[in-house]
């Protein structure tokens, strides 16, 4: 593989460009493999590097309906962080941090990995104490928190509303000063040119229309060009979880929900850190071509549409509206939508399944991205080991019959409820 | 903007409803042995299609009774809509 570097930049910058090796190949599928990995997200493809990397496993197809890139990956608002409260989720989160910190020198691809810190603003007394809370449950699990009052985060974000009379007044806010953004599609390039470098067949427009299954092992699969053996396959297809998981005569504790998005037109830079609203559900930052990236809430019914409707948008930015004031100002650049994997505790899974040889990555609502890393190397140490890693053990698909369940947000099973 | 017909007001905007999940799912019934496996199915199992989806909606702006709504969770084109204890 040809290594990115200034030196090599110059180099091919005399010869025009020309000389370029593709990032990736695009092989035609072989009749068997170790591992399939059905989906050619940021998950599927960080789960084949590491499958790879870790565990020497090279024969392994990704299989990818659209083109890799195309889903969540390429569809999210880029925010990394690790400030959960309960110990599952803050320390696999908190590993993936020290994955995305060394991500561009282990992939030899800028994913413009920015800690730039992230506030979450509290808006009563009530949500301070449950802040303080969450921080030191974070400070516990090694992960930075600090609790900031009013005047503090001023000084941070002094555009925000910090008038007398407004409906939710900032009190304080926490911060995890380590979290951040990164480029999304380059951690997509990034993960897919590595994992094709060590011998990953990345097969994309490959629909899977069906498994064999027989005595309660997995086989194989089949798809739109043709089937494909394997002892080990790793479903990693977010919001289509439920349409395969049909396909397995599974029923999952998942429904898929539609995400909407949006970003305005560019402006200077007047945002360094990520901040949340903390009375409602909308977040934001700034990119580095000037844009202001923001979202929020579901639509809140069963969607897989892939675009959004207005009356949430709407929602969502009088909110922004509430926090922000200028932002009133800006003109809308472009808006979208990604389908979503709720589970019914608002954490993700990754574990076996009852079919011997069929794994499980799904459930990531609305935290996705940051999770890549993390989710992309325990899954292949799930697969590889035949079991989860500690990391993941607490993502077990059984928690929900057992009652071990991971409600961070205190949401219940209607997790689509805002 | 969906726009959805309750069966009690009209042709209303999405915005006077909010969404109640999944209508064909069954709580297990009362007074009797309800094994670990049902009460999962019910509480946490959903099969969420692709395609016509029967679910509830409350007008909770408006009439605030719950309905049922045969939505297609692709184009969102609404088929029908149900008192909540009528049946397709």
Known sequence: MQKYSVFSLIKNAFKGHKDWEVAWKDPTPKSEYDVIIIGGGGHGLATAYYLAKEHNITKVAIIEKGWIGGGNVGRNTTIIRSNYMHDENGLFSEFGMDLWRNMSQDLNFNVMFSPRGIINLAHSDAQMNVYSRRGNSMRLNGIDAVLLNREEVKKIIPMADFSENVRFPIFGGLMQPSAGTARHDAVAWGYARQADSMGVDIIQNCEVTGFDV???????????????????????????????????????????????????????????????????????????????????????????????????????????????????????????????????????IIDKTHIDGLYLNCGWCYGGFKATPASGWTFAHTIAQDRPHELNAGYSLNRFSTGHLIDEKGLGTKTWIS | MLHIKCPHCGLRSQNEFSYGGDATVKRPELNKEVSDKDWDNFVYLRKSPVGKHLELWQHISGCRQWIKVERDTLTHEIFKTLKANEEV
């Open chain 1, 214 to 348: 027989s005595n309660g092992k997995i086989l194989g699969i089949r798809t739109s060009k043709g089937e494909i053996k394997a002892k080990k396959i790793g479903l990693c297809v977010a919001g289509s979880t439920n349409i395969l998981a049909e396909k397995l005569n599974m029923t999952l504790p998942i429904e898929t929900h539609l995400l909407q998005a949006c970003v305005s037109e560019p402006i200077k830079p007047i945002l360094d850190n990520v901040v949340t609203f903390g009375a409602g559900h909308f977040y934001c930052s700034q990119s580095d071509k000037g844009e202001m990236v923001m979202g929020g809430d579901l639509d809140g019914y069963n969607s897989y549409a892939q675009r959004g409707n207005l009356p949430t948008l709407q929602h969502v930015l009088t909110e922004g509206i509430a926090m922000f004031p200028f932002l009133s100002k800006l003109k809308m650049l472009r808006t979208w939508g990604g389908i979503m994997d709720m589970s019914m505790d608002g954490s993700p």
